[in-house]
Protein backbone atom coordinates (compact mmCIF):
# COMPACT_ATOMS: atom_id res chain seq x y z
CA UNK A 1 0.00 0.00 0.00
CA UNK A 2 1.17 3.88 -0.65
CA UNK A 3 0.44 6.67 1.24
CA UNK A 4 1.66 10.26 0.99
CA UNK A 5 4.32 11.30 3.64
CA UNK A 6 3.56 14.06 5.16
CA UNK A 7 7.23 15.13 6.21
CA UNK A 8 8.29 14.66 2.61
CA UNK A 9 5.64 16.89 1.45
CA UNK A 10 6.66 19.11 4.59
CA UNK A 11 9.86 19.28 2.88
CA UNK A 12 9.46 20.09 -0.81
CA UNK A 13 6.60 22.94 0.48
CA UNK A 14 9.45 24.68 2.12
CA UNK A 15 11.76 24.67 -0.95
CA UNK A 16 8.29 26.13 -2.63
CA UNK A 17 8.28 28.29 -0.40
CA UNK A 18 4.48 27.40 1.00
CA UNK A 19 4.44 27.46 4.90
CA UNK A 20 1.13 26.36 5.51
CA UNK A 21 -1.46 23.64 4.04
CA UNK A 22 -3.80 26.07 3.57
CA UNK A 23 -1.68 27.87 1.04
CA UNK A 24 -0.97 24.36 -0.86
CA UNK A 25 -4.80 23.56 -0.77
CA UNK A 26 -5.29 27.01 -2.65
CA UNK A 27 -2.56 26.16 -5.05
CA UNK A 28 -4.06 22.77 -5.72
CA UNK A 29 -7.55 24.23 -6.22
CA UNK A 30 -8.99 22.20 -3.36
CA UNK A 31 -10.20 22.91 0.61
CA UNK A 32 -8.19 22.31 2.92
CA UNK A 33 -10.76 19.20 4.04
CA UNK A 34 -10.04 18.03 0.58
CA UNK A 35 -5.66 18.23 1.25
CA UNK A 36 -6.20 16.51 4.57
CA UNK A 37 -7.82 13.59 3.49
CA UNK A 38 -5.07 13.56 0.56
CA UNK A 39 -2.80 13.08 2.84
CA UNK A 40 -4.34 10.63 5.07
CA UNK A 41 -2.91 7.53 5.92
CA UNK A 42 -6.05 6.28 4.32
CA UNK A 43 -6.03 7.77 0.73
CA UNK A 44 -5.17 5.99 -2.40
CA UNK A 45 -2.62 8.26 -3.84
CA UNK A 46 -2.91 7.49 -7.44
CA UNK A 47 -5.56 10.15 -8.16
CA UNK A 48 -5.55 12.97 -10.26
CA UNK A 49 -5.27 15.70 -7.26
CA UNK A 50 -2.20 13.47 -6.19
CA UNK A 51 -0.86 14.00 -9.47
CA UNK A 52 -1.18 17.51 -9.38
CA UNK A 53 0.56 17.96 -6.06
CA UNK A 54 3.48 16.14 -7.69
CA UNK A 55 3.25 19.09 -10.60
CA UNK A 56 3.42 22.00 -7.98
CA UNK A 57 5.66 20.56 -5.68
CA UNK A 58 7.82 19.88 -8.98
CA UNK A 59 8.48 16.18 -7.99
CA UNK A 60 8.78 12.94 -9.09
CA UNK A 61 5.63 10.51 -7.69
CA UNK A 62 8.22 8.39 -6.20
CA UNK A 63 9.64 11.02 -4.63
CA UNK A 64 6.66 12.00 -2.08
CA UNK A 65 4.93 8.83 -1.46
CA UNK A 66 6.53 5.36 0.91
CA UNK A 67 5.43 2.24 1.41
CA UNK A 68 3.66 0.95 4.12
CA UNK A 69 3.99 -2.79 5.07
CA UNK A 70 2.29 -4.51 8.32
CA UNK A 71 4.05 -7.12 9.66
CA UNK A 72 2.64 -9.41 12.09
CA UNK A 73 4.58 -11.87 13.93
CA UNK A 74 1.69 -14.29 14.44
CA UNK A 75 0.15 -17.31 14.17
CA UNK A 76 -3.12 -17.95 12.52
CA UNK A 77 -4.14 -13.99 11.76
CA UNK A 78 -5.13 -14.78 7.55
CA UNK A 79 -8.37 -14.05 8.62
CA UNK A 80 -7.69 -10.78 10.95
CA UNK A 81 -9.18 -8.47 8.81
CA UNK A 82 -12.64 -9.71 7.58
CA UNK A 83 -13.58 -7.67 4.30
CA UNK A 84 -16.86 -9.23 3.78
CA UNK A 85 -18.85 -7.73 6.84
CA UNK A 86 -22.43 -7.13 5.59
CA UNK A 87 -23.22 -3.42 4.88
CA UNK A 88 -26.42 -3.58 7.31
CA UNK A 89 -25.92 -3.97 10.61
CA UNK A 90 -28.05 -5.57 13.33
CA UNK A 91 -27.01 -3.86 16.25
CA UNK A 92 -28.98 -6.08 18.41
CA UNK A 93 -27.27 -9.34 17.11
CA UNK A 94 -24.11 -7.52 18.70
CA UNK A 95 -25.54 -7.14 22.36
CA UNK A 96 -24.07 -9.49 25.22
CA UNK A 97 -26.49 -11.28 27.18
CA UNK A 98 -24.14 -13.58 29.34
CA UNK A 99 -22.42 -13.23 32.30
CA UNK A 100 -19.29 -14.13 34.49
CA UNK A 101 -19.24 -14.06 38.64
CA UNK A 102 -16.43 -12.04 38.71
CA UNK A 103 -15.30 -11.98 42.46
CA UNK A 104 -13.22 -14.97 42.51
CA UNK A 105 -11.08 -14.00 39.52
CA UNK A 106 -7.73 -12.75 39.58
CA UNK A 107 -5.02 -12.21 36.56
CA UNK A 108 -2.45 -14.69 35.75
CA UNK A 109 0.02 -12.42 35.03
CA UNK A 110 0.30 -8.49 35.04
CA UNK A 111 -2.01 -7.34 31.62
CA UNK A 112 -0.83 -4.47 29.70
CA UNK A 113 -3.19 -1.71 28.91
CA UNK A 114 -3.03 1.58 26.74
CA UNK A 115 -5.71 4.51 27.78
CA UNK A 116 -6.97 6.80 25.41
CA UNK A 117 -9.00 10.14 26.74
CA UNK A 118 -7.44 8.73 30.43
CA UNK A 119 -8.76 11.86 32.09
CA UNK A 120 -9.08 11.86 35.75
CA UNK A 121 -8.04 7.69 36.07
CA UNK A 122 -11.13 6.06 37.25
CA UNK A 123 -10.84 3.33 34.25
CA UNK A 124 -7.00 3.21 34.94
CA UNK A 125 -7.62 2.82 38.07
CA UNK A 126 -10.12 0.33 38.21
CA UNK A 127 -8.30 -1.57 35.44
CA UNK A 128 -5.27 -1.47 37.79
CA UNK A 129 -7.19 -2.68 40.70
CA UNK A 130 -8.52 -6.16 38.35
CA UNK A 131 -4.77 -6.39 37.57
CA UNK A 132 -3.59 -4.76 34.74
CA UNK A 133 -0.52 -2.66 34.33
CA UNK A 134 -0.71 0.69 32.14
CA UNK A 135 2.30 0.87 29.83
CA UNK A 136 0.85 4.75 28.43
CA UNK A 137 -2.18 7.14 28.89
CA UNK A 138 -2.97 9.70 26.11
CA UNK A 139 -5.20 12.50 27.96
CA UNK A 140 -4.89 16.38 26.45
CA UNK A 141 -5.96 18.18 29.10
CA UNK A 142 -3.27 19.17 31.44
CA UNK A 143 -5.00 19.09 34.71
CA UNK A 144 -6.35 15.37 33.98
CA UNK A 145 -3.18 15.28 33.21
CA UNK A 146 -1.95 16.78 36.47
CA UNK A 147 -3.68 14.29 38.50
CA UNK A 148 -2.92 11.24 37.05
CA UNK A 149 1.04 11.76 37.16
CA UNK A 150 0.40 13.11 41.05
CA UNK A 151 -1.29 9.73 41.89
CA UNK A 152 0.94 7.36 39.71
CA UNK A 153 4.32 8.95 39.36
CA UNK A 154 5.36 6.19 37.50
CA UNK A 155 2.61 5.71 34.37
CA UNK A 156 3.92 6.76 31.07
CA UNK A 157 1.12 10.18 31.09
CA UNK A 158 1.31 10.95 27.69
CA UNK A 159 0.24 14.90 27.45
CA UNK A 160 -0.79 15.29 23.59
CA UNK A 161 -4.01 15.94 20.87
CA UNK A 162 -4.74 12.05 20.20
CA UNK A 163 -5.12 13.37 16.50
CA UNK A 164 -1.08 14.18 16.82
CA UNK A 165 -0.32 10.87 18.91
CA UNK A 166 -2.52 9.09 15.70
CA UNK A 167 -0.11 11.16 13.18
CA UNK A 168 3.01 10.35 14.76
CA UNK A 169 1.84 6.74 15.78
CA UNK A 170 1.35 5.42 18.68
CA UNK A 171 4.54 3.13 19.13
CA UNK A 172 6.22 6.45 19.26
CA UNK A 173 4.74 7.01 22.73
CA UNK A 174 4.40 3.46 24.18
CA UNK A 175 7.03 0.08 23.48
CA UNK A 176 4.57 -2.75 22.65
CA UNK A 177 5.17 -4.44 19.48
CA UNK A 178 2.04 -4.91 17.21
CA UNK A 179 -0.54 -7.22 18.38
CA UNK A 180 1.15 -7.90 21.88
CA UNK A 181 -0.53 -5.45 23.79
CA UNK A 182 -3.51 -7.23 25.79
CA UNK A 183 -5.88 -4.55 26.05
CA UNK A 184 -6.27 -1.30 24.30
CA UNK A 185 -9.30 0.24 26.18
CA UNK A 186 -10.61 4.45 26.78
CA UNK A 187 -13.94 6.41 26.52
CA UNK A 188 -14.04 8.62 23.17
CA UNK A 189 -17.01 11.23 23.17
CA UNK A 190 -20.15 10.23 21.13
CA UNK A 191 -20.32 12.35 18.27
CA UNK A 192 -21.99 12.22 15.16
CA UNK A 193 -20.79 10.72 11.99
CA UNK A 194 -21.17 11.77 7.88
CA UNK A 195 -22.55 8.94 5.79
CA UNK A 196 -21.50 10.13 2.28
CA UNK A 197 -21.89 6.99 0.26
CA UNK A 198 -23.50 5.36 3.32
CA UNK A 199 -19.81 2.98 3.04
CA UNK A 200 -20.44 2.58 6.73
CA UNK A 201 -16.33 2.39 7.06
CA UNK A 202 -13.62 4.05 9.22
CA UNK A 203 -14.17 6.67 6.96
CA UNK A 204 -17.43 8.01 7.65
CA UNK A 205 -16.40 8.27 11.11
CA UNK A 206 -13.28 11.03 9.80
CA UNK A 207 -12.75 13.81 12.27
CA UNK A 208 -14.57 12.51 15.45
CA UNK A 209 -12.96 11.12 18.57
CA UNK A 210 -14.21 7.29 17.46
CA UNK A 211 -12.10 7.80 14.25
CA UNK A 212 -9.19 8.40 16.45
CA UNK A 213 -9.16 5.76 19.04
CA UNK A 214 -10.30 2.68 15.78
CA UNK A 215 -6.94 4.00 14.23
CA UNK A 216 -4.88 3.28 17.25
CA UNK A 217 -6.40 -0.19 17.55
CA UNK A 218 -5.28 -0.60 14.05
CA UNK A 219 -1.75 0.62 14.55
CA UNK A 220 -1.57 -1.80 18.07
CA UNK A 221 -3.86 -5.08 17.51
CA UNK A 222 -4.27 -5.59 21.10
CA UNK A 223 -5.62 -8.86 22.18
CA UNK A 224 -8.62 -6.75 23.55
CA UNK A 225 -10.31 -3.97 23.86
CA UNK A 226 -12.81 -1.54 25.75
CA UNK A 227 -14.47 1.33 24.79
CA UNK A 228 -17.44 2.71 26.80
CA UNK A 229 -19.66 5.68 26.21
CA UNK A 230 -22.71 7.21 27.05
CA UNK A 231 -25.29 5.38 27.19
CA UNK A 232 -27.29 7.65 24.39
CA UNK A 233 -25.26 6.05 22.43
CA UNK A 234 -27.78 3.15 21.92
CA UNK A 235 -30.11 5.05 20.27
CA UNK A 236 -27.96 7.88 18.88
CA UNK A 237 -28.78 8.77 15.20
CA UNK A 238 -31.65 6.15 15.53
CA UNK A 239 -28.81 3.72 16.13
CA UNK A 240 -26.80 4.08 13.27
CA UNK A 241 -23.72 5.73 14.89
CA UNK A 242 -23.41 2.79 16.95
CA UNK A 243 -23.89 0.27 14.01
CA UNK A 244 -20.67 1.85 12.41
CA UNK A 245 -18.44 1.71 15.42
CA UNK A 246 -19.68 -2.07 15.15
CA UNK A 247 -18.77 -2.17 11.83
CA UNK A 248 -15.18 -0.73 12.11
CA UNK A 249 -14.66 -2.76 14.80
CA UNK A 250 -15.26 -5.73 13.14
CA UNK A 251 -13.78 -4.78 9.75
CA UNK A 252 -10.34 -4.27 11.75
CA UNK A 253 -10.71 -7.62 12.84
CA UNK A 254 -12.30 -7.85 16.25
CA UNK A 255 -14.97 -9.96 17.28
CA UNK A 256 -17.37 -7.58 19.44
CA UNK A 257 -19.80 -7.41 22.16
CA UNK A 258 -21.98 -4.24 23.43
CA UNK A 259 -24.02 -4.19 26.47
CA UNK A 260 -25.47 -1.13 28.84
CA UNK A 261 -24.35 -2.02 32.43
CA UNK A 262 -25.46 -0.12 35.48
CA UNK A 263 -22.87 1.20 38.02
CA UNK A 264 -25.10 0.76 41.02
CA UNK A 265 -24.95 -3.67 40.47
CA UNK A 266 -20.78 -2.79 40.81
CA UNK A 267 -20.52 -1.51 43.77
CA UNK A 268 -21.02 1.68 43.19
CA UNK A 269 -23.89 4.21 45.33
CA UNK A 270 -24.51 5.87 41.78
CA UNK A 271 -27.48 5.66 38.95
CA UNK A 272 -25.19 5.96 35.96
CA UNK A 273 -25.32 3.87 33.18
CA UNK A 274 -22.74 3.91 30.10
CA UNK A 275 -22.44 1.72 27.38
CA UNK A 276 -19.52 -0.97 27.31
CA UNK A 277 -18.02 -2.35 23.93
CA UNK A 278 -15.58 -5.17 23.88
CA UNK A 279 -14.16 -6.96 21.32
CA UNK A 280 -11.71 -9.93 21.19
CA UNK A 281 -9.09 -10.16 17.71
CA UNK A 282 -10.56 -12.34 15.44
CA UNK A 283 -7.42 -14.83 14.83
CA UNK A 284 -7.69 -15.43 18.81
CA UNK A 285 -10.91 -16.54 19.07
CA UNK A 286 -10.57 -18.57 16.65
CA UNK A 287 -7.29 -20.20 18.23
CA UNK A 288 -8.60 -20.19 21.68
CA UNK A 289 -12.54 -20.67 21.02
CA UNK A 290 -12.56 -17.57 22.89
CA UNK A 291 -15.49 -15.78 24.13
CA UNK A 292 -16.14 -12.94 26.11
CA UNK A 293 -19.19 -12.58 29.18
CA UNK A 294 -19.76 -9.17 30.73
CA UNK A 295 -19.50 -8.90 34.48
CA UNK A 296 -22.38 -10.25 36.61
CA UNK A 297 -24.28 -8.35 39.12
CA UNK A 298 -23.50 -8.63 42.47
CA UNK A 299 -26.81 -8.64 43.34
CA UNK A 300 -27.01 -5.54 45.84
CA UNK A 301 -27.03 -2.33 45.78
CA UNK A 302 -25.56 0.69 47.48
CA UNK A 303 -26.71 3.42 49.29
CA UNK A 304 -25.54 6.84 50.19
CA UNK A 305 -25.33 5.70 54.06
CA UNK A 306 -22.97 3.08 52.78
CA UNK A 307 -20.31 5.69 51.06
CA UNK A 308 -20.99 8.61 52.75
CA UNK A 309 -19.65 7.69 56.32
CA UNK A 310 -16.46 9.34 57.33
CA UNK A 311 -15.82 11.01 54.52
CA UNK A 312 -12.16 13.93 55.01
CA UNK A 313 -12.78 17.45 54.84
CA UNK A 314 -12.69 18.99 51.35
CA UNK A 315 -13.60 22.44 49.55
CA UNK A 316 -16.93 22.20 48.17
CA UNK A 317 -19.31 24.62 45.91
CA UNK A 318 -21.97 26.39 47.52
CA UNK A 319 -25.55 27.44 46.63
CA UNK A 320 -26.36 31.22 46.27
CA UNK A 321 -28.57 32.47 48.90
CA UNK A 322 -32.25 32.49 47.01
CA UNK A 323 -31.45 28.89 45.80
CA UNK A 324 -30.50 27.57 49.48
CA UNK A 325 -33.80 29.28 50.70
CA UNK A 326 -35.70 27.24 48.56
CA UNK A 327 -34.25 24.00 48.96
CA UNK A 328 -34.38 24.35 52.92
CA UNK A 329 -37.69 23.61 52.16
CA UNK A 330 -37.48 20.54 50.34
CA UNK A 331 -37.32 17.00 52.43
CA UNK A 332 -34.88 14.19 51.53
CA UNK A 333 -35.43 12.34 48.84
CA UNK A 334 -37.65 15.05 47.33
CA UNK A 335 -37.51 17.91 44.62
CA UNK A 336 -39.81 20.78 43.29
CA UNK A 337 -42.81 19.24 43.59
CA UNK A 338 -42.41 19.11 47.12
CA UNK A 339 -42.51 23.34 47.41
CA UNK A 340 -45.45 25.40 47.98
CA UNK A 341 -46.93 25.89 44.24
CA UNK A 342 -46.20 30.13 44.53
CA UNK A 343 -42.32 28.78 45.30
CA UNK A 344 -42.16 26.14 42.63
CA UNK A 345 -43.20 28.45 40.07
CA UNK A 346 -41.25 31.23 40.63
CA UNK A 347 -38.27 29.06 41.14
CA UNK A 348 -38.53 27.13 37.88
CA UNK A 349 -39.96 29.75 35.66
CA UNK A 350 -41.03 28.02 32.40
CA UNK A 351 -39.86 24.98 32.89
CA UNK A 352 -43.16 24.70 35.61
CA UNK A 353 -45.30 25.06 32.87
CA UNK A 354 -43.44 22.36 29.76
CA UNK A 355 -44.42 19.25 31.02
CA UNK A 356 -42.22 16.16 32.08
CA UNK A 357 -41.01 14.87 35.10
CA UNK A 358 -37.73 17.29 35.78
CA UNK A 359 -37.37 15.53 38.94
CA UNK A 360 -33.51 16.69 38.61
CA UNK A 361 -34.74 20.17 39.90
CA UNK A 362 -34.30 21.63 43.31
CA UNK A 363 -33.73 18.12 44.25
CA UNK A 364 -32.09 17.10 47.43
CA UNK A 365 -31.15 13.37 47.87
CA UNK A 366 -31.82 10.34 50.64
CA UNK A 367 -29.49 8.98 52.60
CA UNK A 368 -31.40 5.78 51.84
CA UNK A 369 -31.01 5.83 47.65
CA UNK A 370 -28.43 6.08 45.31
CA UNK A 371 -26.82 9.23 44.31
CA UNK A 372 -27.92 10.43 40.93
CA UNK A 373 -25.44 10.23 38.07
CA UNK A 374 -22.95 12.62 39.40
CA UNK A 375 -22.80 15.92 36.69
CA UNK A 376 -19.75 17.81 35.96
CA UNK A 377 -21.07 20.83 38.26
CA UNK A 378 -22.78 19.83 41.15
CA UNK A 379 -25.17 23.18 41.80
CA UNK A 380 -26.98 24.14 38.20
CA UNK A 381 -30.79 24.10 38.42
CA UNK A 382 -31.94 21.45 36.06
CA UNK A 383 -29.30 18.48 37.92
CA UNK A 384 -29.11 19.30 41.50
CA UNK A 385 -27.83 16.75 43.86
CA UNK A 386 -28.81 18.80 47.19
CA UNK A 387 -26.50 16.78 50.43
CA UNK A 388 -30.11 14.41 52.29
CA UNK A 389 -28.71 16.80 55.79
CA UNK A 390 -27.38 20.15 54.88
CA UNK A 391 -28.57 22.67 52.14
CA UNK A 392 -24.96 22.52 49.58
CA UNK A 393 -23.92 20.77 46.99
CA UNK A 394 -21.84 17.46 47.85
CA UNK A 395 -17.95 18.84 48.18
CA UNK A 396 -15.05 17.18 46.42
CA UNK A 397 -14.56 13.94 48.44
CA UNK A 398 -18.11 13.25 48.75
CA UNK A 399 -18.35 13.43 45.00
CA UNK A 400 -15.43 11.33 44.30
CA UNK A 401 -16.81 8.56 47.15
CA UNK A 402 -20.01 8.75 45.02
CA UNK A 403 -17.67 7.80 42.14
CA UNK A 404 -16.04 5.12 44.46
CA UNK A 405 -12.39 6.96 44.19
CA UNK A 406 -10.17 6.18 46.99
CA UNK A 407 -9.90 9.23 49.66
CA UNK A 408 -6.20 8.65 48.88
CA UNK A 409 -6.60 9.58 45.14
CA UNK A 410 -6.17 13.33 44.90
CA UNK A 411 -7.14 15.73 42.39
CA UNK A 412 -4.72 18.38 41.99
CA UNK A 413 -6.63 21.10 40.19
CA UNK A 414 -9.09 24.14 41.27
CA UNK A 415 -12.35 22.96 42.92
CA UNK A 416 -14.60 23.37 39.98
CA UNK A 417 -12.06 21.55 37.92
CA UNK A 418 -12.07 18.66 40.59
CA UNK A 419 -15.95 18.61 39.72
CA UNK A 420 -15.09 18.06 36.31
CA UNK A 421 -13.18 15.45 36.68
CA UNK A 422 -15.06 13.31 38.92
CA UNK A 423 -18.33 14.12 37.06
CA UNK A 424 -16.51 12.64 33.63
CA UNK A 425 -14.92 9.32 35.14
CA UNK A 426 -16.06 5.96 35.04
CA UNK A 427 -16.47 4.93 38.61
CA UNK A 428 -13.05 3.07 39.81
CA UNK A 429 -15.57 -0.16 40.96
CA UNK A 430 -17.60 -0.84 38.24
CA UNK A 431 -14.12 -0.27 35.90
CA UNK A 432 -12.18 -2.98 38.10
CA UNK A 433 -15.56 -4.91 37.35
CA UNK A 434 -15.41 -4.74 33.66
CA UNK A 435 -11.50 -5.47 33.99
CA UNK A 436 -11.79 -8.46 35.49
CA UNK A 437 -14.70 -9.89 33.41
CA UNK A 438 -12.09 -8.94 30.55
CA UNK A 439 -9.06 -11.15 32.12
CA UNK A 440 -11.34 -13.96 32.50
CA UNK A 441 -10.86 -13.82 28.91
CA UNK A 442 -7.34 -13.14 28.82
CA UNK A 443 -6.47 -15.52 31.20
CA UNK A 444 -7.97 -18.26 28.78
CA UNK A 445 -5.89 -16.93 25.90
CA UNK A 446 -2.49 -18.57 24.29
Not at 378 to 404: G, L, M, N, W
Request: proline share 4%; net charge neutral.
Amino acid sequence: MYTISKNKVRLHMKKHGISTQKQLAEQLGISKNQLSMLLSPNFNPIKSNALKLCEILDVNFEEIIESEQMELSLEGTDNLIDSNIDEEINVSSFEGNEFVDIRDIKANKNYSVVELFAGAGGLALGLEQAGFKSRGLVEFDKYACQTLRKNRPHWNVIEKDIIDVVEEGIKNFVNVPIGELDLLSGGYPCQAFSYAGKKMGLSDARGTMFYYYAQVLKQLLPKMFLAENVRGLVNHDNGRTLALMLKVFSDIGYTVKWKVLRALDYDVAQKRERIVLVGIRNDLVEKNEANYFFPQPYGYELTLKDILKNVPESEGAKYPESKKRVLDLVPPGGYWRDLPDDIAKEYMGKSYYSGGGRTGMARRLSWDEPSLTLTCSPAQKQTERCHPDETRPFTVREYARIQSFPDSWNFDCSTNNAYKQIGNAVPVNMAKAIGLSIINTLNQLT
